[in-house]
């Protein structure tokens, strides 16, 4: 509608159009902080990572094995174990700082505020106790009062809310497929109806078909409880199909934060825009290639790792020797008896 086009009496105000009303973020991560803590030193896994989000939106975290995404879902669910320690930062969901809590208030907020969907279902489900007691024991350690029949009711909306038959919550883990198990995993993490949900490589072992089913699973459980969805994954398609905002990782700092059409056609960090640039450099020069200034990453220290030297000189990484000689060093190798 065009305002400017409306007569206005003279000495009366125009009314101007109503304003959009402030969306309060439902989570809030700032100056996160993982140490874990080993014979070599201390090796800092996240460092200052902080970001916001709205109800109802979707966020993909991205980066290669080791960057640090994982751990994060992990501290901001407080599920780190020794030797990791969380040193700093605040978490806070709708109004609650999860790191300010007791053992028994995180324990009442999991599964109610904030839920995580752990990575391989294959392995998160209990093999010896049936589906829907697996989940009646998740509301009753919060809903201790409710009565057995409304719990019932409350799983098998869950399970039939996700697109599985009620009779699924009578069977064992080992009757159902890969596909059936991840969104029974989904199902148990929206029993209470969390405002933030933590999904950790929901598709990883799943065929493309079956991943697509899942995604579509957690797009319908988003809008129907309004919740704030981070997935953690390395499918860059799938995310720019199904999340609004794509976080990139890299050595435990968060180097990126944009929406999915920014990240696609103007990316900021070079790890995002040259994927064919060499690996090398970040770790030479302590930063992203071409990125400097307060995106700088600290040079990661290097790891030697004991490679056979069969396998270096099968990629051309060492001079082929010719049989029978010996390196420097070392002794020349006797001829076995032929047999």
């Known amino acids: 509608m065009n305002y400017a086009n409306l007569s206005v009496a003279p000495g009366a105000r125009a009314a101007m159009p109503p304003l959009a009303a402030k969306v309060e973020p439902v989570l809030r991560v700032s100056g996160l902080e993982v140490t874990y803590y080993t014979d070599a030193g201390r090796a800092k896994a996240l460092d200052n990572v902080g970001f916001t989000l709205n109800p109802g939106e979707k966020l993909g975290m991205v980066g290669e094995s080791g960057s640090g995404k994982s751990t994060m879902a992990l501290a901001m669910m407080r599920m780190i174990k020794a030797p990791g320690r969380i040193e700093a930062g605040s978490v806070v969901v709708g109004g609650t700082d999860l790191m ?3 053992s028994e208030g995180m324990r009442k907020a999991r599964l109610s505020k904030i839920a995580y969907i752990p990575q391989g279902a294959m392995n998160s489900l209990n093999p010896v106790m049936r589906i829907g007691a697996q989940m009646m024991d998740a509301v009753k350690s919060h809903l201790p009062r409710e009565s057995r029949g409304a719990i019932e009711a409350r799983c098998r909306r869950a399970l039939q809310s996700v697109d599985l038959d009620p009779g699924v919550f009578r069977m064992h883990p080992h009757e159902l497929s890969g596909g059936m198990k991840q969104r029974v995993c989904i199902a148990i993490g929206i029993l209470l109806d969390p405002q933030v949900i933590i999904a950790d490589e929901p598709t990883s072992a799943l065929d493309v078909v079956t991943q697509r089913q899942v995604m579509e699973t957690i797009d319908n459980v988003k809008n129907a409880i309004n919740a704030a969805v981070i997935l953690i994954g390395h499918d860059m398609g799938l995310m720019a199909q199904f999340v609004d905002k794509v976080a990139v990782m890299y050595a435990g700092r968060l180097v990126e934060f944009s ?7 103007s990316p900021e960090a070079s790890l995002c825009a040259g994927a064919d640039r060499q690996p090398a450099e970040p770790r030479q020069q302590g930063c992203l290639p071409g990125n400097s200034g307060p995106r700088a990453l600290v040079a990661a220290p290097a790891v030697r790792l004991r490679v056979p030297s069969a396998l270096l000189q099968r990629h051309g990484r060492l001079p082929l020797r010719a049989p029978g000689t ?8 006797r001829d076995l008896p032929s047999l």
Do not use: I, K, Y
């Open 100 to 102: 300010a809590l007791d």
């Open 259 to 265: 929406t999915v059409r920014e990240m696609f056609t």
């Open 326 to 333: 010996a390196r420097s060093g070392q002794r020349p190798q």
